[in-house]
């Protein structure tokens, strides 16, 4: 295993370590190169319950229905994702049915190419649009301690809440990003 192997898997390992310790047993997902490493690691977990969803909007209105049952759920998706869900995440933040989203791309540095610009425009604009609270992932972070206070927020305050994941933490080279 290289180093940047070894960094990356580290930091899958923490998110999925974060989502373990916050009790989440659900995570829905469209798939997405970036976050392949977290999302394998759910699949292989008996003790998570996991769904491959056909659109992002989809992930969000199950994790919400997850929310009113008591149940913790991860959605996992590419920050476009976030831009395509506007209207179901404005309705979660008004009905105070709150949804933890772990988000691809969304950072600005590191970004390999251009056209993961619109994704970062897409998934920050509706984050800061409707006022879902989120944070950038950065080398160094805890990201165990980053997820479970993540979750804190949402099950505290009722709010929905983003982590946004440069993919320098989680591929090893820009070239490993399919778009």
């Known amino acids: 295993m290289t180093a940047a192997t070894t ?3 580290s930091v899958a390992l ?9 009790g989440v047993d659900h995570c829905l997902y469209v798939p997405d190169s970036v976050m392949s490493s977290l999302t394998d690691r759910c699949e292989k977990d008996p003790s998570f319950a996991t769904v491959v ?19 913790r759920a991860v959605v996992v998706m590419e ?4 831009g395509y869900s506007g209207l179901i995440l404005a309705r979660c933040q008004l009905q105070r049915t709150p949804v933890f989203i772990i988000a691809s791309h969304g950072g600005l540095l590191g970004e390999a190419y251009d056209f993961h610009g619109a994704t970062i425009a897409a998934g920050r604009g509706v984050l800061t649009g409707i006022g879902i609270p989120f944070v950038v992932l950065h080398r160094g972070d805890d990201w165990a301690e980053v997820v479970r206070l993540g ?5 505290g305050q009722r709010s929905s809440f983003a982590i946004l994941v440069p993919p320098h933490l989680l591929v090893a080279t820009a070239r490993d990003v399919i778009s």
């Open 14 to 22: 923490g998110l999925y370590n974060g989502l373990i310790d916050g």
């Open 79 to 82: 920050a476009s994702g976030i």
């Open 151 to 155: 979750l804190e927020t949402v099950h």
């Open 7 to 9: 960094a990356t898997a």
């Open 53 to 71: 969803c056909a659109r992002e909007d989809e992930a969000v209105a199950i994790a919400a229905g997850f929310f009113i049952a008591n149940r």
